[in-house]
């Protein structure tokens, strides 16, 4: 099948914090929220594993001008909802300063299916991530592209870094988030797969095993959707505006469709060790872009901004072709330039050293042009 063959659509899931306006904590109030919001968005908005948090997912997308209309609409919408129950929405990877003992996990049958086989790892779920899915119907195709684009996870990992603070303290880490989610058994970069039958074989022997119950469990940064027909993205945390989600959104489909591109020309890829993929993934969240990344193919540290630079030259064509050049480039130096969603919470935090300080910053950036 040719790249042109493939639709190359979009799909983008963020999970929302809900918030406490007096406090800036946590509240469990889905329950309260979701019946209001589904009245616009019907299943567009879901709950998720805790209480305190609420999801929403685009319809498929064709454009990133779409990608845009609709995380503007589904934010809107959302926002509006929390605001009649008298509570706001805040998009990071990780609450400021709420404890994962204050809260709960949501009584449907899923979340208390992990509740049971995880216990205390799901208790500390309070992450929240963004995930991307790209449409590509030949799942054997989708392996091959798995295959050439788990080298560039990291950078993009790096540029939406949006979880500085755990419990109250500056963990060091630009997506502490990516930390907590990484002790689940099943979870971080794939492996190389020499074939869609290797890579099924794995999931029906994690299956025979019971090391998940079911194939959506498996949870790695990179995998092959159970329920569409898409590769889904699911490293980055949620970013804190709707620029630096369709950024994350159109990065990852130029990526996809440049390594479709790769695979159908059957242009060889680097088979770097699963260590060391895992070991740039480590000094992505841990740095965001503020020092050096590891650029996997090359076996070399190099400046954070450089392997962007590197990144951004990679899938340029991509980027070009569907006319989305000038916006991807332009919001990633301008993240660059700025700093990413972990950079921005430190200075508010520096500003007047209150956590508070750091949740009204990431609500309104949520709401920022959203009308």
């Known amino acids: 099948m040719s790249p042109q063959a493939e639709d190359f659509t979009i799909g983008v899931e963020e999970e929302y914090q809900i918030i406490n306006p007096t406090t800036r904590e946590l509240c469990s109030r ?26 929403i997912g685009t319809p ?69 991530g963004c995930h991307v899915h790209v449409g590509i119907r030949d799942r054997s195709t989708a392996i091959r592209v798995m295959n050439r684009a788990r080298v560039w996870l990291a950078p993009m990992l790096a540029l939406a870094a949006n979880s500085p603070f755990w419990l109250g303290t500056d963990t060091g880490y630009a997506s502490y988030r990516t930390q907590i989610w990484g002790r689940w058994p099943i979870s971080g970069p794939p492996l190389i797969f020499e074939s869609q039958a290797e890579y099924e074989a794995l999931v029906e022997a994690l299956l025979a095993t019971r090391s998940v119950e079911e194939a959506t469990k498996i949870y790695w940064d990179m995998r092959l959707s159970e329920r569409y027909p898409t590769v889904e993205f699911r490293v980055t945390d949620v970013c804190m505006t709707v620029d630096e989600a369709v950024m994350v959104a159109g990065l990852t489909r130029a990526l996809v469709r440049t390594c479709c591109g790769q695979a159908m020309r059957d242009e060889p890829f680097p088979a770097v060790r699963h260590e060391l993929i895992r070991a740039a993934h480590w000094r992505a969240a841990r740095y965001g872009l503020d020092t050096e990344l590891i650029d996997v193919g090359a076996m070399a540290a190099v400046p954070a901004r450089d392997l962007v630079k590197k990144f951004l030259a990679f899938v340029r064509p991509s980027l070009e072709e569907y006319g989305d050049w000038d916006e991807i480039s332009s919001i990633v130096q301008e993240t660059m330039q700025r700093g990413t969603g972990a950079t921005r919470q430190r200075e508010a935090y520096k500003r007047a050293g209150h956590m508070e300080d750091v949740v009204d910053l990431i609500v309104a950036e949520t709401a920022k042009g959203i009308g």
């Not at 979701?34 to 009245?39: G, M, T, V």
């Not at 589904?74 to 003992?101: K, M, Y």
């Open 60 to 128: 498929v997308c064709r454009t990133l001008a779409d990608v845009r209309a609709e995380l503007v609409r589904l934010r809107r919408e959302v926002i509006a909802a929390a605001a009649i129950d008298g509570n706001q929405i805040a998009a990071a990877g990780t609450h400021p300063f709420s404890s994962w003992e204050q809260q709960q996990i949501t009584p449907k049958e899923r979340y208390q299916e992990l509740m049971r086989d995880y216990q205390q790892l799901t208790r500390e779920l309070m992450i929240f």
């Open 30 to 55: 889905v329950q309260q929220i979701l019946p209001i919001a589904q009245k616009a968005l019907g299943e567009e908005v879901q709950p998720e594993a805790q209480l305190s948090q609420i999801e």
